[in-house]
């Protein structure tokens, strides 16, 4: 599979959304001067994450957090940098009894969400997916829908006025978009973007979705920006049913989003 492109902030998630659809296997590369990351899928689902810096992150973490001393930390450090050594830090840090696998893994995956979302808010650089590429066997790996992610990211950084000028027009009309190969993944909505998705019809534009929701209008935007960039929704160009998904299939979607979402909030 092809694909490479230049970085735009948030303009990401549309690539992890397409490698997801995809069901792809590898490594996407992203780039920008001396900082890099790579992010690898399985069948398309996020499974693990790096960053050039990463190692020392992870130890520096886990003296933070009181897990081990910085002596320990040195001292593994000084073993990983032997000639001979091959190991990853979190495994010398598990065989020399310093601190517990559990508590690796836990970091680890912590790290590779955080990866992944500060990916997601570069606004500069490359990027560029190389099929079939797999993960260092002895890292910790997820099996996590990047859609959920997607979402938690673009909650915790997306303001309405820092997107609305690169948002569609005003007079955009949205629908609710075909989700190919992804009606199993149970999607974590909030209450509030729940609210918002009800009222995308196929009909409705951006500035009419926001003036009519019982949310405040900015707060509306946002969380429109958030499901487009999601691929819950997609501009329609005025029509009033989307291609390839007519109302029978329509309403099926919103039961489904429904259900997974009574489901979480009896969690």
């Known amino acids: 599979m092809q694909l ?9 998630a549309h690539v992890y959304r397409e490698l997801a659809y995809e069901r792809q296997t590898g490594m996407l590369i992203v780039s920008d001067r001396n900082r890099q990351a790579g992010i690898y899928f399985s069948n398309g689902q996020l499974v693990f994450a790096k960053q050039s810096s990463q190692q020392d992150r992870l130890g ?14 040195r001292e593994a450090i000084t073993i990983q940098r032997r000639s001979d050594e091959t190991r990853r830090l979190g495994r010398i840090l598990i065989d020399e009894q310093f601190v517990g696998a559990a508590i690796i893994e836990q970091l680890m995956q912590d790290q590779i969400k955080e990866v992944v979302l500060e990916v997601l808010d570069w606004n500069s650089g ?19 829908a990047i859609e959920n992610l997607i979402l938690e990211g673009l909650r915790r950084r997306v303001q309405w006025e820092d997107v609305r000028t690169d948002f569609v027009p005003a007079e955009t009309v949205f629908g609710l978009k075909p989700r190919p190969n992804r009606a199993d993944i149970t999607l974590h909505l909030t209450a509030e973007e729940w609210n918002t998705l009800t009222q995308v019809n196929g009909i409705r534009t951006l500035d009419e979705l926001r003036k009519t929701s019982t949310l405040d209008a900015d707060e509306t935007g946002r969380i429109l920006y958030i499901l487009y960039q999601t691929g819950l929704i997609h501009p329609v160009n005025g029509t009033l049913v989307e291609d390839k998904l007519h109302l029978s299939e329509k309403v099926a979607h919103l039961n489904q989003l429904l259900e997974a979402f009574l489901t979480t909030a009896k969690a």
């Open 4 to 12: 490479e492109g230049p970085v735009r902030r948030f303009q990401l």
């Open 60 to 73: 520096d973490r886990l003296v933070a957090k009181g897990y081990i001393t910085e002596d320990q930390l």
């Open 126 to 144: 490359t990027y560029r997916f190389m099929t079939g590429m797999s993960p260092p066997e002895e890292d910790v790996l997820l099996q996590i």
